[in-house]
């Protein structure tokens, strides 16, 4: 993903590459960066995000792994200062985006509800930071109605409960990035399913965000919110 955001700056008319970072390379190389995007692991990932906002250097965050409470805690450190903005994307995929605003929509007419997302056998974290964003939004969905109907969730096949939505998780050979988001009721199922064939499915979302950033202070989750789908929920 890193590879891919270089190219597409670098072929971009409107955008200027300030620096190409590595593993070992020092964060200090991107000081002068007007947006810095952050690809990297769970584990990484939030001393990039500080490291951008101890420089007032507005980020883009595509590692997976940021959950609500973490955000929170970034949102908090944004709040007391104006000039701070990081933009969460937890899939730089307009499909996928697309997917779960519709799934968020569903959520309101099926009380059975579960999801499956399977990726490829070097995925650090799971569940997927898409599937977290998608359950969450559901979940925020559902406000009113309340959880879903997730029956024997003790039994630790029956995955990990998000906003209590259960989730499945696949790691293995030949897949790329799958989400399939179920929908149960008396008599019928809805499928909502998205695959990703190639990284080239992310460069639309990609440069949609590095060109948002400079002009979005605070904090953003979702490249729903810069898409303008009427879709709102709780940091993923």
């Known amino acids: 993903m890193g590879g891919l955001v270089c190219r597409l700056v670098?072929?971009?008319g409107d955008l200027e590459l300030a620096a190409r970072i590595g593993s070992a390379d020092p964060l200090e190389r991107a000081a002068d960066a007007d947006v810095l995007v952050d690809v990297t692991r769970p584990d990484v990932s939030p001393d990039v995000v500080a490291f951008a906002l101890d420089r007032r250097i507005r980020a883009v965050v595509g590692t997976s792994g940021w959950s609500g409470e973490r955000i929170a805690s970034v949102r908090r450190r944004v709040e007391e200062d104006a000039g701070l903005g990081v933009l969460f994307v937890p899939n730089f995929s307009l499909g996928s985006v697309l997917a779960t605003s519709f799934a968020a929509l569903a959520a309101r007419y099926f009380d059975s509800i579960e999801i499956v997302e399977a990726h490829h056998e070097d995925k650090?974290?799971?569940p997927s930071g898409t599937a977290v964003r998608t359950?969450?939004?559901m979940g925020a969905a559902r406000a009113e109605i309340g959880p879903v109907a997730a029956p024997?969730?003790?039994?630790r096949a029956r995955g990990q409960q998000v906003a209590s939505i259960p989730v499945h998780s696949i790691r293995m050979r030949g897949v790329s990035a799958r989400q399939e988001v179920h929908f149960g009721a008396d008599g019928e199922r809805l499928t909502l399913a998205h695959e990703v064939f190639s990284p080239e499915a992310y460069a639309p979302g990609i440069l949609l965000a590095i060109r948002?950033?400079?002009d979005r202070p605070g904090v953003t989750?979702?490249?729903d919110a810069l898409l303008d789908l009427g879709i709102g929920g709780p940091a993923a």
Do not use: T
């Not at 024997?152 to 039994?155: K, N």
């Open 135 to 137: 359950a969450e939004l």
């Open 212 to 214: 948002a950033a400079p």
């Open 152 to 155: 024997r969730v003790d039994q």
């Open 124 to 126: 650090l974290d799971s």
């Open 221 to 223: 989750v979702g490249l």
């Open 10 to 12: 670098e072929s971009a």
